[in-house]
C-alpha cells in the first residue's frame, strides 16, 4: 500500500481542560464496559458511534448493551450526561479475528442506542461526513493511555489513504483512543469523517487506521430499526455537570 505525504503537518494534542475548550466537543465521549473503555460519539439523540471492537470483552466474547455506558463529555470525573446503552448493531461483515485485516477494519465500527435520548439543546450530535475522504486534513478528538480522564484534541493531522474502506491517516492516538471521531471541517461545518480503529504499520510507517463511514453509517441505522428497536424513550430534560459514580476504567489490552 503506498501513500503521498500529507500535504499539512501534524499539531500536538491538547487537553482540552477549560470548559471553553471542551464545549465544542462535548458530543465525545467514553463508551465505558467492565473490561475498558473507548471513545465514542454522539450521532443522534440517542445513538453513539464507536468502534466494533469496543463491544467485545478480553476473551473476544460480545458484551450485551447491559454491559456498556455512554458517557457524554467524560472531563475530570464529570460529565454532561450519562446513559447506559440498550441495542447495539454491529456490521454483518466484521469478525473481530480472522478474516482479511483490510476488511475487518473497514467494518470495525458499531452503533449503539442509549436508554434514553440527550437532549440537542444539552448536547448537539454531529453529523456524518456524506463523502468518502482519499486525503486532506482532519482534526481528531479522543481519549487515551496516560489521559483517559479528559478528552484530547489534534487540530490538524491527514488522511493519507482509503483503501476498500480502511482509511490510514497520521493522527496522534493510543490504546483508548478506539472509536474516537475523526472530523472533517468545511466552512463552519465540522462532521464525522471516520472513526479510529487502532493502528498499523504500513511500508515501514507507523499509521493510525479508520473506517470509512457514509454507507456504513446507514448500513447500521436501517439494521437497529430491522433488529427491532425498543420504544420510543421519554425525552427528559437533565442537568449539565453531574458526576460519575465510578472511576476510570482499565484499558483492554490491544486496542487503542
Request: net charge positive.
Amino acid at each position: 500500500m503506498l501513500w503521498a505525504l500529507p500535504a499539512v503537518a501534524e499539531t500536538p494534542l491538547i487537553g482540552l481542560k477549560r470548559v471553553e475548550q471542551a464545549t465544542p466537543w462535548k458530543a465525545v465521549g467514553r463508551l465505558d464496559s467492565s473490561t475498558g473503555y473507548c471513545t465514542a460519539t454522539l450521532i443522534a439523540p440517542d445513538l453513539v458511534l464507536s468502534a466494533a471492537h469496543c463491544t467485545f470483552d478480553a476473551q473476544g466474547k460480545p458484551l450485551s448493551p447491559k454491559e456498556l455506558t455512554f458517557r457524554a463529555g467524560f472531563r475530570s470525573g464529570h460529565v454532561e450526561a450519562e446513559r447506559s446503552v440498550v441495542q447495539i448493531a454491529r456490521p454483518d461483515g466484521y469478525a473481530l479475528k480472522g478474516g482479511n485485516w483490510v476488511t475487518r477494519i473497514a467494518n470495525d465500527a458499531v452503533l449503539l442506542r442509549l436508554s434514553s435520548p440527550i437532549a440537542p439543546h444539552v448536547i448537539a450530535p454531529f453529523a456524518i461526513e456524506p463523502h468518502a475522504l482519499s486525503s486532506g486534513e482532519v482534526s481528531v478528538v479522543s481519549y487515551g493511555r496516560g489521559r483517559d480522564s479528559l478528552p484530547s484534541l489534534q487540530q490538524t493531522c491527514a488522511v493519507l489513504q482509503n483503501y476498500r474502506g480502511m482509511m490510514t491517516m497520521n493522527c496522534n492516538t493510543t490504546f483508548g483512543s478506539s472509536g474516537a471521531p475523526v472530523f472533517r471541517r468545511d466552512g463552519y461545518n465540522i462532521r464525522i469523517a471516520s472513526i479510529v480503529s487502532g493502528s498499523a504499520e504500513v511500508n515501514g510507517k507507523r499509521v493510525t487506521t479508520g473506517v470509512s463511514l457514509p454507507v456504513l453509517v446507514s448500513t447500521l441505522k436501517a439494521k437497529l430499526i430491522a433488529e427491532g428497536a425498543p420504544p420510543p424513550a421519554r425525552l427528559n430534560r437533565i442537568g449539565a455537570g453531574t458526576r460519575t459514580s465510578g472511576g476510570a476504567k482499565f484499558i483492554r489490552p490491544g486496542g487503542s
